[in-house]
């Protein structure tokens, strides 16, 4: 069965440290895969995509994920974690076969003073 | 950028009656739209893919005679929970895609007492 998995359900880093978010997707065909972030009781901010080309996407406020076929996984990293960034993040991968983006279940980032 | 409105944000009711919860596109149309609810720590699940002009489709487990959805334009697609009951309490967030990018409403607080 298609799915997104978020091992992770919370992380926690010190400020300035850096951060690696995992995900795993098991789906047949190539993936497109997407990495969002969503604060306290408000919607979705998309953070970087992956369709195609360069394995390696950057994304906003210093986000970049990694697109590994072989290990089916798409983990969003950031070299200097802020507090800012603490927030629940949310991998997906959109089903071309079934019209639908699928969401893993979610890690929760707590940064540390 | 594209921007996806949904209104109310926040809405408490009584048992027993409805609510609507409006998604609109504000500078772009959207033929779909997509309904999610999200239970508190919990990811986004799919509820029913809103489609302009004609019946939407609901996910396994959705009931239709619940959760009404109309999508009478480009721009706007509703949903309705009819009867609420304080199960139906939960984050219900839609979204909508222009090109290759999903946007997503701020999200909507029902609660229902």
């Known amino acids: 069965a298609q799915s997104v998995t978020q091992p992770d359900i919370h992380i926690t880093v010190s400020e300035g440290a850096s951060l690696e978010l995992r995900c795993n997707y098991s789906y047949g065909a190539t993936p497109y895969l997407f990495w969002y972030v969503q604060s306290p009781g408000q919607g979705l901010q998309l953070l970087l995509k992956?369709?195609?080309?360069?394995?390696l996407v950057q994304g906003i406020i210093g986000f970049e994920a990694e697109f590994k076929r072989s290990q089916s996984s798409f983990n969003l990293r950031k070299p200097s974690v802020h507090w800012s960034d603490a927030a629940e993040y949310f991998c997906?991968?959109?089903?071309?076969?079934?019209?639908?983006?699928?969401f893993g279940s979610g890690t929760r980032l707590l940064v540390r003073p | 950028g594209a921007v996806v409105s949904q209104h109310p944000s926040w809405v408490i009711c009584k048992s027993g009656t409805s609510v609507k919860i409006e998604c609109r596109s504000l500078?772009?149309?959207?033929?779909?739209m997509f309904w999610y609810r999200q239970f508190p720590k919990q990811s986004l699940m799919l509820m029913a893919t809103?489609?302009?002009?004609?019946?939407?489709?609901?996910e396994q487990g959705v009931e239709k005679d619940k959760f009404l959805i109309n999508h009478a334009s480009l721009t706007l697609s509703t949903l309705t929970v009819t009867s609420a009951h304080p199960e139906d309490s939960s984050f219900y967030i839609c979204?909508?895609?222009?090109?290759?990018?999903?946007?997503f409403g701020q999200g909507t607080r029902l609660t229902v007492v």
């Open positions: 997906a991968v959109w089903m071309d076969s079934s019209y639908k983006l699928i």
């Open positions: 979204s909508a895609w222009r090109g290759a990018e999903a946007f």
């Open positions: 992956y369709f195609s080309g360069d394995t």
């Open positions: 500078d772009f149309q959207a033929t779909t």
């Open positions: 809103s489609n302009e002009g004609s019946k939407a489709t609901y």
